[in-house]
């Protein structure tokens, strides 16, 4: 009786492996066989899954994305919380991504590929990844608009670290969405600069009374 196999299951545990390759020794040092070897397989046999090296690269990279968008997702489905509950929900995904060391690797890593003479071909697949984290950002941080301004201060730097570490090694990456990045942080700044006024001015009117 032939012994069957669950492809899906397969295909996520090369991803895996290959995450932990990559974020080690990065896309240029990392090999096609070494990959192969670590999931057990022959060349032969990851190449029904993978065509090659860039493909799994790509696909990797997808895997980062869509599991930071999910855990923002499951911030904006929580209706009950508070702002500054909310808040702390997402600043704990920013630092559970700079605590996965194979996470923050792999998009430094692409950024890398994406600025090389021969940048890699983003798949259809990862710009619409991409895109659904914008997406989902944008909908998390305008849900912190209204907060205090001690919480907006601090989703402002929170913002401004996933524009760093996030962000940006990504969205140049997808044609029309620098535009909607940059709406985003200039929109975010001038109420940050608002909010500031308006706490200066609290404390210049209480200084006068």
């Known amino acids: 009786m032939p012994k069957i196999v669950d492809h899906d299951y397969r295909s996520k545990d090369i991803i895996n492996q290959a995450l932990e390759i990559f974020s080690r020794k990065g896309y240029y040092s990392a090999n096609y066989e070494e990959i192969a070897e670590k999931c057990g397989l022959s060349r032969t046999g990851l190449y029904k899954y993978y065509a090659n090296k860039e493909a799994i690269f790509i696909e990797t990279v997808r895997y980062v994305v869509d599991s930071v968008t999910g855990k923002l997702h499951d911030v904006v489905q929580a209706k009950s919380i508070s702002s500054s509950q909310r808040l702390k929900e997402v600043l704990s995904v920013f630092a559970d991504f700079m605590k996965n060391r194979n996470f923050s690797s792999i998009l430094l890593e692409f950024t890398v590929c994406m600025n090389h003479d021969q940048p890699l071909t983003v798949t259809q697949c990862l710009q619409e990844s991409i895109k659904s984290l914008w997406t989902v950002t944008e909908t998390v941080f305008a849900s912190l608009g209204n907060s205090s301004s001690y919480a907006f201060s601090l ?21 029309g969405e620098g535009d909607r990045y940059t709406s985003l942080l200039e929109q975010w700044e001038s109420m940050s600069n608002k909010k500031h006024e308006m706490i200066i001015s609290s404390v210049l009117n209480r200084g006068l009374q």
């Open 155 to 175: 989703a402002f730097m929170g913002l401004s670290f996933f524009q760093n570490h996030i962000l940006q090694p990504l969205f140049g990456t997808v044609e």
